[in-house]
């Protein structure tokens, strides 16, 4: 049974940071890019980060210099250190694991098969 379990979101204030994690189960975790995703209320899910194999990883525009993303293969875990963080980063933060191709990291929600549940963030000003 394939699971992805969040943890560590909160609520913070502007400039602060949260570290969110993600523990995979019930799939191989090495042969999976890992992402992250959020969506906010009355908005779409968007790409926030990925951890491909091989240590690449990529990062959605907004938050390049402020997230980084990270796993352990052996912990089957991936995390989303996230500091400077302001109100724009209140959502609801989902990892997703999505079967490595040749080709390149995707930020397509669709093309990700297994998500977690997800773990709220919200930032106040």
């Known amino acids: 049974q394939v699971q992805l379990v969040e943890s560590g979101g909160g609520s913070v204030q502007a400039g602060g940071s949260l570290r969110l994690s993600c523990v995979a189960s019930g799939f191989s975790f090495s042969m999976f890019d890992m992402g992250w995703f959020r969506q906010a209320p009355g908005k779409e899910r968007e790409f926030v980060a990925v951890?491909?194999?091989?240590?690449?990883?990529g990062y959605e525009d907004s938050v390049k210099g402020r997230f980084t993303i990270s796993r352990d293969d052996a912990k089957n875990t991936v995390y989303l250190q996230m500091n400077s963080l302001t109100p724009d980063d209140t959502a609801v933060y989902f990892c997703?694991?999505?079967?490595?191709?040749?080709?390149?990291?995707?930020?397509?929600?669709?093309?990700?098969?297994?998500w977690g549940q997800g773990t709220q963030v919200s930032v106040s000003s």
């Open positions: 997703a694991a999505k079967r490595f191709q040749i080709g390149g990291w995707s930020a397509k929600p669709n093309e990700y098969s297994f």
């Open positions: 951890a491909g194999r091989g240590s690449i990883s």
